[in-house]
């Protein structure tokens, strides 16, 4: 545990290093200085949705019913909630961790781990991640940053994705044979919303002429949108009509 | 004579009561609002109707003209390059865009088949007003959709559609700047191509 911790402040160090230093130019939504390599990322991501995960998606449509796909929905979001909660407490944001813990303890009881009816108990369901508490810990975004195997991130929510998946994990710390478990469920799950957002995501990743652009619009907006609500931290969304090129449109006859 | 001072005191106290309520034919909370539900009904009876492909995308462009700040989102999309160009490039743009938005997003509409729109409020906004609605899809998902309303000479006009943080105008903007970059700058072959994207 005390590796952990000091692994989690070597992080923040990190973070606080690299996204201290971004600054968006003018008419730009956000810093990108590696995009040259980011483009290079996203088309192979690009490529590995085309030849695995889309058709690998689609085909899980087909086969399995929305009973079972429910199920894997449930089954992954139980085995997430012991990071979701730790990460809820490391942003203050006790009541929402209680909620949580409410959650997993009804759907382990009640659903056996592979049903929701906390939701339809009326416990919100409220995701959360550890970038998302960096962010309720004041840090900045950083730049833009294309990770491969996974998409659009920043510098702060991929140091926050690298801190779930390796250091903040109690299941895997409790039980290190549960691993390969849960791991191939959250993978399952990741198919399972592909195949659920498909006109989403094959509009962004294949209908737009410079899909690179589309999916960093598209995902910085959503994740400030997000982070907006949550934390002492969390300021509404700027304006976004308030650079230099839209705003005096404003004003003119047009 | 004091009749003609009477009428000419009350034709002043109606001319000042009629400019202390012009402000009321500017845009207010609920004259947003009831823009957005005008617009919500039409777009629902255009889904319900069945109709698909070509004919759908006209409804839509239809409803595009009827209720959004057509020349302000035409001109934020292009950005930097609606200030160089020229009159007639500017209309054969906006002309262009419009059918380009109308199929693009009536191509996407159908995920919001069996959708029902709520309201649940309004606030001010710099810009005018914001009219938040909560979508609630068939498969159980909510979505937060928010309408960006202003004043355009005395009527509201939607300008931004704003989807769980997602603004249309912002996206837009992005993507039509990415294919002018692509086109070398050449407004007129953009203008030329987006039919046909």
């Known amino acids: ?254 | 004579m004091s009749n003609l001072f009477q009428i000419t005191r009350r034709s002043c106290l109606v001319l000042s009561l009629s400019a202390i309520a012009m402000p009321s034919f500017a845009l207010t909370e609920n004259s947003a609002t009831s823009l957005v539900e005008r617009a919500l009904s039409d777009v629902q009876e255009t889904i319900d109707s069945g109709k698909s492909g070509s004919a759908l995308y006209r409804d839509f462009e239809r409803i595009f003209d009827r209720y959004a700040d057509v020349p302000l989102v035409a001109a934020g999309s292009l950005g930097i390059a609606w200030r160089s160009a020229s009159d007639g490039q500017k209309r054969r743009y906006t002309d262009a865009f419009g059918g380009f938005l109308s199929k693009k997003y009536g191509r996407r509409f159908d995920e919001f088949s069996g959708a029902k729109f709520v309201v649940t409020g309004a606030s001010e906004t710099k810009r005018g007003y914001a009219v938040a609605t909560d979508v609630s899809l068939p498969s159980g998902s909510d979505v937060e959709v928010e309408w960006q309303v202003r004043d355009v000479k005395g009527s509201p006009r939607i300008f931004d559609i704003v989807i769980e943080g997602i603004s249309m105008l912002v996206t837009e903007r992005g993507e039509i700047g990415a294919m002018l970059d692509a086109r070398g700058g050449d407004l007129d072959k953009l203008i030329a191509d987006l039919p046909n994207v």
């Open chain 1, 1 to 254: 545990m005390r590796r952990q911790i000091s692994r989690i402040f070597g992080a923040m160090l990190l973070t606080f290093t690299v996204a201290s230093c971004a600054e968006a130019p003018p008419g730009q939504l956000i810093s990108d200085p590696y995009e040259r390599g980011n483009r290079k990322v996203h088309e192979f991501n690009k490529g590995f949705d085309r030849a695995l995960v889309g058709p690998v998606a689609n085909a899980y449509g087909k086969v399995i019913g929305p009973d079972v796909d429910a199920s894997v929905q449930a089954a992954a979001e139980t085995i997430s909630l012991p990071n979701r909660i730790l990460n809820k407490v490391l942003q203050f944001r006790l009541l929402s961790a209680f909620q949580d813990t409410m959650r997993l303890t009804v759907n382990l009881a009640v659903g056996l781990g592979i049903k929701d009816p906390a939701t339809e108990f009326g416990i919100p369901n409220d995701d959360t991640d550890f970038g998302e508490t960096l962010h309720v810990w004041g840090f900045k975004e950083g730049n833009f940053i294309e990770v491969p195997f996974w998409g659009a991130s920043t510098e702060r929510d991929a140091v926050g994705l690298i801190v779930d998946l390796f250091l903040l994990d109690p299941i895997g710390e409790i039980e290190p044979k549960a691993r390969p478990i849960t791991a191939t469920v959250t993978l399952t799950s990741y198919i399972s919303n592909r195949n659920e957002f498909a006109d989403l995501v094959d509009s962004i990743l294949y209908d737009s002429e410079d899909s690179y652009s589309a999916q960093q619009l598209a995902y910085v907006q959503n994740r400030r949108f997000n982070l907006s609500k949550s934390g002492p931290n969390g300021a509404v969304v700027d304006d976004p009509y308030g650079d230099d090129l839209l705003d005096d449109l404003f004003d003119q006859d047009l």
